[in-house]
Every structure is written in C-alpha cells, then in structure tokens.
T-cell receptor, first 114, second 109 residues
C-alpha cells in the first residue's frame, strides 16, 4: 500500500492565524481526501482534492476556510484559515484509487488553537 | 445519506478473551467495508477490507464478516492482547466513504 507522509504532525497556533498541512504520497494515486476528527468523535470528510482543479467540498465546509491544492497525483495541501479554538482537531489525509478501493491514511496533524 | 453506527462505544475485556465489535449501516448500496484501528493521537491503520461481493476476510487473529443485505458487519478478535487496545472504526464506501462512531477497546493484562 502507499506510504503517506503528513506534515506537520502537530502544531499549536494562535487564534486568527492560518496553517498549511502537507500530504505527500510515495506513488501516484487517483483520489486524495481530507478529513477532520474533532476530539472524541469520528471522521468527517472535509473535501476531495482533485488534481488540477478545485476541490469538492462537503456540506458545512467552504473553500475560503479550508483552501486545498493538489498540483499533481502525489501531493496535496490543506490550509486551515483564520483559526479559532473550534478548529482544534486532528486533520487527516487519506488516499485511494477509487471509492471501490481501500483507503490508506497518513498519521494526521494534531492542531491546537489557543 | 448513509449512516454508520458502531456498538458498543467502549469495551473492556481481560487479556485472552475473544470479542466481537459491531458495525451497522443504513444503505446497502456499498462497494466495500473497511475496518481500521486508531491509536490515541494517531492516524488510521487499515486492518481488513471486505468487498461487497464477499462475506468475510481474515488476517491473523482478526476476522471480519459482512452481511450487506442486513447492513451489518462484525470484527472478531481472537485471544485478545493488551496491544489490541485502540479505537476500532468501520467505514463503508459508496459515492464517498462514511465512517462509524468507533469502539474504544481496552484489553486488561
């Protein structure tokens, strides 16, 4: 299976600032996803990162708050903008070759906002 | 919209016991079902994937079954060990992936 590197692994940020999270895969993948996991809860899909075009966002998530880039088939970034304490979560990148194929996850980014 | 539920939410067992984790989903139109393990503060590790046409998959001490028509899957862990302590998540795949609420497992030495 693909090896996924996610950076940073954790960060503590000030309210109102922005942070960009990187997801690098060691092989080309069709699909890349970004999830949020709030404390004590399950995973919520933020968006599907589309190579060379705008990401597809789920209900409740907007591009201005969570801009996503995917310049090629092995790399994507998620930015959390204008952060507030409510954004404190684990952010996870996952990859797969299609919804009929297994997903694989990075180790996640644990984000705390003061 | 697909809803995925896992019961129980938490489970504590003595080492060596066999145990079953449950996952139910509301829409049977799925491609596959995947079981994951998550250690505290970490990402998800894939354990087993069952395609919609399959009934079960086995890996070591783990056995996962799928009854698509009734919207149920079980993860059976044999001879549990303290190292099995983690949160176990199931996810079903349709037009996107839907995750369950998780079962937090503690295996007591």
């Amino acid at each position: 299976s693909a090896v996924i590197s996610q950076k940073p692994s954790r960060d503590i940020c000030q309210r109102g600032t922005s942070l960009t999270i990187q997801c690098q895969v060691d092989s080309q993948v069709t699909m890349m996803f970004w999830y949020r996991q709030q404390p004590g809860q399950s995973l919520t899909l933020i968006a599907t990162a589309n190579q060379g075009s705008e990401a597809t966002y789920e209900s409740g998530f907007v591009i201005d708050k969570f801009p996503i880039s995917r310049p090629n088939l092995t790399f994507s970034t998620l930015t959390v903008s204008n952060m507030s304490p409510e954004d404190s979560s684990i952010y996870l990148c996952s990859v797969g070759q299609g919804t009929d194929q297994p997903q694989h996850f990075g180790d996640g980014t644990r984000l705390s906002i003061l | 919209k697909q809803e995925v539920t896992q019961i129980p939410a938490a489970l504590s067992v003595p080492e060596g016991e066999n145990l079953v984790l449950n996952c139910s989903f509301t829409d049977s139109a799925i491609y596959n079902l995947q079981w994951f393990r998550q250690d505290p503060g970490k990402g998800l590790t894939s354990l087993l994937l069952i395609q919609s046409s399959q009934r079960e998959q086995t890996s070591g001490r783990l056995n996962a079954s799928l009854d698509k028509s009734s919207g149920r899957s079980t993860l059976y862990i044999a001879a549990s060990q303290p190292g099995d302590s983690a949160t176990y998540l199931c996810a079903v795949s349709g037009n996107q992936f839907y995750f369950g609420t998780g079962t937090s497992l503690t295996v007591i030495p």
